[in-house]
């Protein structure tokens, strides 16, 4: 949005942003949801703290923004050190005025200084008063990244829950956990982990074949798509489903049982994705030293598994992704519990959650409908919902 840091150019950048924001609302005007963006800041960057501020009015609505943070701005903030906001576009006359200059080593150019923990303390603050910006630790990421030997990652999709390179795509699908329960509720209540892994192997196959048939605006986003066939299978309706197994959400028990329902569709998602290279071949950026070594995900997969990923190669580069699923557990899966999280509320109000045939100004109650009655009767007496801090 313009690299020279003057104050006109910081008005171009926000009147960019806004640009785009006002795009999604068109976007939203041709049908049911609203257009979304993810804008992301490296921490170092001179302009982190009106990026910080930037939602403070209102403004950007349909932007979710986050703060890339390096190991480098951890640590200073753990140490309580300084941090460098740098960037390689030459500073103007006031900020070379107010002491602004030239590293020698990187050629870089440094603003100005601030204390890290400073910094950090209004992305918390900013994070408390209204939910953002979020913060994506970028050098993790890339050391957890599958294909960290041919791409670097800097961005999200606007929900975050899977970092992308330029013109990648989410093809995600998330698997509703509380049809999975046998006995709900009762003594003898069971995950049904045979069934799951099922679904989950099916699943892995349909996100695969989305990449084939879906139509792509542009040719650097099909190119991207086929070279990597990035898909990202996850699940919602977990707090539910803790629930109706008689766990509560912040127990050891109900951390073991969220460890080995993952584990499962971990497992079942690489098992298909190599049966499907040896149907239709691997993705062509597959190479089996790179993907295997390192500090990848990859790296840490069981071993049984990477001699067959070795053996015979694997469909997708990336394979998945636990989305906060806010829309889809309401609109697809009777308003079970979202993604991951415990239930915020047993019922609450919710603005206009369908736009296409209503008023902007109608509300809609919102109660659980994964769980009767009895069952949030039940749930109410022994598990209490986490309310914000």
Same mark, same amino acid.
């Given at each position: ?54 939602? *403070? ?24 050190? $300084? ?34 923990? *400073? ?6 603050? /900013?994070?408390? *008063? ?35 390179? !330029? ?27 045979? @069934? ?10 349909? #996100?695969?074949?989305?990449? %084939? ?5 542009? !040719?650097?986003?099909?190119? $991207? ?24 959400? *912040? ?11 993952? $584990? ?11 049966? #499907? ?11 089996? %030293?790179?993907?295997? /070594? ?50 915020? /509320? ?6 206009? @959650? ?27 007496? /022994? ?7």
């Amino acid at each position: 949005m313009g690299w020279q840091h003057t104050k006109q150019c910081v008005r171009s950048r926000k009147l960019y942003a806004c640009f785009l924001t006002a795009l999604a609302e068109t976007v939203e005007s041709a049908g049911a949801r609203r257009g979304a963006q993810m804008g992301v800041l490296r921490c170092d960057h001179p302009d982190i703290e009106e990026f910080i501020h930037a939602k *403070d009015k209102g403004d950007l609505k349909n932007f979710n923004i986050s703060v890339g943070v390096s190991d480098a701005f951890m640590e200073a903030v753990r140490q309580d050190g $300084e941090f460098a906001l740098i960037h390689r576009a030459e500073p103007g006359v006031s900020q070379k005025s107010a002491g602004a200059y030239q590293a020698k080593d990187t050629g870089l150019w440094v603003y100005r200084k601030l204390q890290a923990r *400073d910094l950090w303390d209004q992305i918390m603050q /900013s994070t408390y *008063d209204h939910a953002e910006p979020g913060v994506l630790f970028l050098d993790h990421i890339n050391r957890d990244n599958n294909l960290s030997y041919c791409e670097t990652i800097a961005s999200t999709n606007p929900c975050a829950e899977q970092p992308l390179p !330029p013109y990648g795509c989410c093809c995600l699908g998330s698997i509703d956990l509380t049809r999975f329960i046998t006995n709900p509720f009762e003594s003898n209540a069971e995950f049904d982990h045979a @069934a799951f892994a099922e679904v989950a192997r099916v699943a892995t196959r349909m #996100l695969d074949n989305v990449l %084939d048939v879906t139509v792509w605006p542009l !040719p650097q986003q099909q190119e $991207e798509a086929r070279n990597k066939r990035r898909v990202g299978l996850g699940f919602t309706g977990l707090g539910d489903t803790l629930v109706m197994l008689n766990l509560r959400y *912040d127990s050891q028990e109900a951390r073991d049982m969220a460890r080995r329902i993952s $584990e499962v569709m971990r497992d079942t998602a690489y098992e298909a994705s190599i049966e #499907l290279a040896r149907e239709r071949g691997a993705f062509p950026l597959f190479n089996a %030293d790179l993907y295997l /070594s390192g500090q990848t995900f990859a790296s840490r997969l069981p071993s049984a598994l990477k001699d067959r990923i070795r053996a015979h190669g694997l469909r997708n580069s990336h394979l998945l992704s636990i989305a906060p699923t806010g829309t889809i557990s309401l609109a697809f899966a009777d308003n079970a519990s979202n993604g991951i999280e415990p239930a915020f /509320s047993w019922s609450y109000t919710r603005k206009n @959650a369908w736009r296409m045939a209503v008023s902007r100004n109608m509300r809609w109650k919102i109660t659980p409908g994964a769980c009767t009655a009895t069952c949030v009767a039940k749930m109410r007496r /022994s598990h209490r919902p986490l309310s914000p801090r």
